[in-house]
């Protein structure tokens, strides 16, 4: 591996041309170590050119791509694919080996020996949720949706740092699609990978991704989380694409009740911020929300802690709403205030927690 973890990854004025016509247009992104990249955008608009530029399948005219700082031209092409999972739509999986062959491949190129490559194979298999004994079939004898586990599978055999997908689940019907969708989001979670997946697909972009790239005609137009892509959309094509009228509806008919965190996890009654500290320590927070006699005093971070010198100095002034206020206008005053939570109160008692984010994606 050139890289046991991915701290950024930056594309810098990346252009690619083909004769007179511009596929990727100056697209400057940076890609965040351990964050889930989409990359979303009309059919041609460069989506598939923009994720090749990072493991140089795809060579751009102008600009550079850096990963932890280092250009990638820098490196060894070869060693940099394998420090690369690379998952596509047709999965390409060779018919005549089998589904352990397809997936040990890199192994046996790096020269693994073949008990190391077994325990690798089945423990690949387990994490993709296939039965060990699919070892031995050959990729016809599989479904679509099995086909593209063993995609996934041989993608991580290395244990790369950094995945790039490019619509893995597109071709998959909807229903089987939603689950790998959801067996991904588990294999992500506990994986902890740098990923940049491409999908035309704005409902799995919102299920999947941590911030959202949208391009089209081979720009960049904005990128963002999805709460901000919702409420701050660059122009009317993101508007149109992230359906931020139909997310309105649905916020206007909703109520800060019905999609509230419950707050008692978070409630602390306490004088000073050593016992703050030591009830985060306890209760394994970095947050909390401290009451004196059942009314809420204010919001406190482990951050806001470590720094004070008294319990009052680390207080902050949360925004307040009431459980019958709608989403639509939590939201816009959230985001006026540049607030990313709020505390729910009956009258001084906190019963919940609001965050943006998670409205927006709990709407979706
Ligand atoms: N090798 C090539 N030669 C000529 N034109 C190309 C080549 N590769 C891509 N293009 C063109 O560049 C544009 C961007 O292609 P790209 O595959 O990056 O789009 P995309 O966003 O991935 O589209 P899709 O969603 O359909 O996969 C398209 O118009 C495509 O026809
Ligand atoms: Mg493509």
Same mark, same amino acid.
């Given at each position: ?6 701290d950024s990854?930056e ?7 083909? @004769? ?57 092409v ?30 046996? *190129? ?20 296939l ?10 004898? *599989? ?9 996934? /599978?041989?993608?991580l055999?290395?244990?790369?740092p ?11 019907d ?14 992500? /979670?506990?994986? @902890? ?20 790239a949208?391009m ?7 990128? @963002? ?8 959309? /660059? ?25 509230m ?6 409630l ?45 100095? /680390? ?8 459980p019958?206020?709608s ?7 959230m985001?006026a ?10 009258g ?14 709990? *709407?979706?």
């Amino acid at each position: 591996m050139l890289f046991n973890r991915i701290d950024s990854i930056e594309l810098r004025g990346v252009t690619k041309r083909y @004769g007179d016509f511009v596929a990727v247009d100056h697209v400057d992104l940076e890609v965040i170590g351990g964050e889930l990249l989409i990359l979303i955008g009309p059919s041609g608009s460069g989506k598939t050119t923009l994720l090749r530029t990072i493991n140089r399948l795809v060579e751009p005219d102008e600009g550079e791509v850096f990963i932890n700082g280092r250009n990638v031209r820098e490196f060894d092409v070869v060693k940099l694919r394998r420090s690369i999972g690379y998952v596509i739509q047709q999965i390409g999986l060779f018919p005549h080996m089998t589904v352990k062959e397809n997936i040990a491949l890199l192994m046996r *190129l790096e020269g693994w020996d073949e008990e190391e490559m077994e325990k690798r194979v089945e423990e690949l298999l387990d994490l993709v949720a296939l039965p060990r004994e699919f070892a031995e079939r050959y990729p016809h004898h *599989l479904s679509g949706g099995q086909q593209q586990r063993v995609g996934l /599978a041989r993608a991580l055999a290395l244990n790369p740092p950094l995945l790039l997908m490019d619509e893995p689940f597109g071709a998959l019907d909807p229903i089987l699609r939603r689950q790998l969708q959801e067996e991904f989001a588990r294999i992500k /979670a506990a994986l @902890g990978r740098t990923i940049v997946f491409v999908t035309h697909d704005i409902e799995e972009a919102f299920k999947l991704g941590d911030r959202i790239a949208i391009m089209r005609d081979g720009k960049l137009i904005q990128v @963002g989380y999805p709460d901000e892509l919702v409420l701050n959309p /660059a122009d009317e094509f993101v508007a149109k694409l992230v359906n931020a009228d139909k997310k309105f509806k649905h916020l206007d008919t909703l109520k800060a009740r019905d999609i509230m965190i419950d707050v008692e996890p978070y409630l602390v009654e306490a004088e000073s911020v050593e016992a703050v500290l030591e009830w985060m320590r306890e209760n394994d927070r970095e947050f909390a929300v401290l009451t004196k006699n059942g009314a809420l005093v204010g919001t406190v971070t482990l951050s806001s802690l470590l720094k004070a010198g008294t319990l009052e100095e /680390a207080i902050d002034e949360p925004l307040r709403l009431s459980p019958d206020d709608s989403l639509a206008s939590a939201l816009s005053e959230m985001k006026a205030k540049g607030e990313f939570m709020a505390l729910v109160v009956e009258g001084e008692r906190p019963v919940g927690v609001l965050l943006a984010s998670e409205v927006l994606l709990r *709407l979706v």
